[in-house]
């Protein structure tokens, strides 16, 4: 018990660095006028294809998928943190203190996944507005729980890549684009999972995205709660593989950057 607390008090002084950093960043009249509008054109554009082929359904299912897909961009920008950490000699702090430093290195990219469940349920809720789309009470009250599932999927496998990247910093953009962009293309946001080839298919199921995705438009299509719950199980497991992963690699990094005396260099 004492561990759990220590660790929970590491964890939420490490959230608490992390979102200090992202004020640094971002004033709200810059994060509401930049950076959220820019997310809002992104999901309004993708819902404008439904208006060129005169179709509400295909209005819904883009603004749906698309505003899912905003937690996912938020959440992979850990990708970038664990770079950032070696190039400021953060990680290697990090690596001496006595606390477990994936505990302390989860907490300082949490703002990451915060950020992107206000964002994408936001961006959900005035795209909607914009298109008249109809979201059912009460399956809207559980808009961000879904978005903190598929988010948190999402955060775990930005969480695995970030520590491969480690190694090549050169990379990380490329990194980051890559993944975000494979998760709207082969998730089911835009198309269905199933317009894909069956290997194509069959790897997006141990994705982020897919699963929360398919629990979301349940929810705002009045769907059968277990439909739902089982979705959302799905999209659980997942994204429990995907931090296991990414806990792994991230040791696993650490130690070689460690062995070759390279851990506080930017590459």
Not at 55 to 76: K, T
Not at 80 to 100: N, Y
Not at 101 to 118: A, K, M, N
Not at 206 to 222: C, E, I, K, N
């Given at each position: 018990m004492r561990l759990v607390s220590a660790w929970r008090g590491v964890f939420t002084t490490a959230a608490r660095i992390g979102f200090r950093e992202f004020s640094t960043f971002y004033t709200w009249r810059a994060w509401v006028f930049g950076w959220f509008l820019?997310?809002?054109?992104?999901?309004?554009?993708?819902?404008?294809?439904g208006l060129l082929v005169e179709s509400p359904e295909r209005i819904r299912y883009m603004v749906i998928g698309n505003a899912a897909a905003v937690v996912c961009i938020e959440?992979?920008?850990?990708?970038?943190?664990?770079?950032?950490?070696?190039?400021?000699?953060?990680?290697?702090?990090?690596?001496?203190?006595?606390?477990?430093?994936?505990?302390?290195?989860?907490?300082?990219?949490?703002?990451?996944?915060?950020?992107?469940?206000?964002?994408?349920?936001?961006v959900l809720f005035v795209a909607a507005a914009v298109f008249g789309i109809h979201l059912p009470f009460p399956g809207l009250l559980l808009v961000p729980a879904l978005m903190l599932v598929t988010g948190a999927s999402a955060y775990a496998l930005g969480i695995a890549i970030g520590a491969v990247v480690m190694r090549f910093p050169a990379l990380q953009f490329l990194?980051?684009?890559?993944?975000?962009?494979s998760l709207m293309t082969f998730c089911g946001v835009n198309v269905p999972v199933s317009y894909w080839s069956t290997p194509v298919s069959t790897v997006a199921q141990v994705l982020p995205l897919t699963h929360g995705l398919d629990a979301l438009r349940l929810a705002l299509s009045s769907g059968n709660t277990p439909d739902v719950l089982s979705s959302v199980g799905q999209e659980i497991v997942v994204g429990a593989f995907w931090l296991l992963a990414g806990i792994l690699l991230l040791k696993q990094a650490v130690a070689g950057e460690r062995r070759r005396g390279t851990i506080e260099l930017s590459g």
């Amino acid at each position: 018990m004492r561990l759990v607390s220590a660790w929970r008090g590491v964890f939420t002084t490490a959230a608490r660095i992390g979102f200090r950093e992202f004020s640094t960043f971002y004033t709200w009249r810059a994060w509401v006028f930049g950076w959220f509008l820019r997310l809002v054109a992104q999901v309004v554009f993708f819902g404008s294809i439904g208006l060129l082929v005169e179709s509400p359904e295909r209005i819904r299912y883009m603004v749906i998928g698309n505003a899912a897909a905003v937690v996912c961009i938020e959440a992979l920008a850990v990708i970038t943190c664990t770079v950032r950490e070696r190039a400021l000699g953060t990680l290697a702090l990090q690596v001496a203190a006595p606390a477990d430093y994936s505990i302390t290195y989860l907490g300082r990219g949490i703002y990451c996944l915060i950020v992107g469940i206000v964002s994408s349920t936001s961006v959900l809720f005035v795209a909607a507005a914009v298109f008249g789309i109809h979201l059912p009470f009460p399956g809207l009250l559980l808009v961000p729980a879904l978005m903190l599932v598929t988010g948190a999927s999402a955060y775990a496998l930005g969480i695995a890549i970030g520590a491969v990247v480690m190694r090549f910093p050169a990379l990380q953009f490329l990194a980051l684009n890559l993944a975000y962009l494979s998760l709207m293309t082969f998730c089911g946001v835009n198309v269905p999972v199933s317009y894909w080839s069956t290997p194509v298919s069959t790897v997006a199921q141990v994705l982020p995205l897919t699963h929360g995705l398919d629990a979301l438009r349940l929810a705002l299509s009045s769907g059968n709660t277990p439909d739902v719950l089982s979705s959302v199980g799905q999209e659980i497991v997942v994204g429990a593989f995907w931090l296991l992963a990414g806990i792994l690699l991230l040791k696993q990094a650490v130690a070689g950057e460690r062995r070759r005396g390279t851990i506080e260099l930017s590459g």
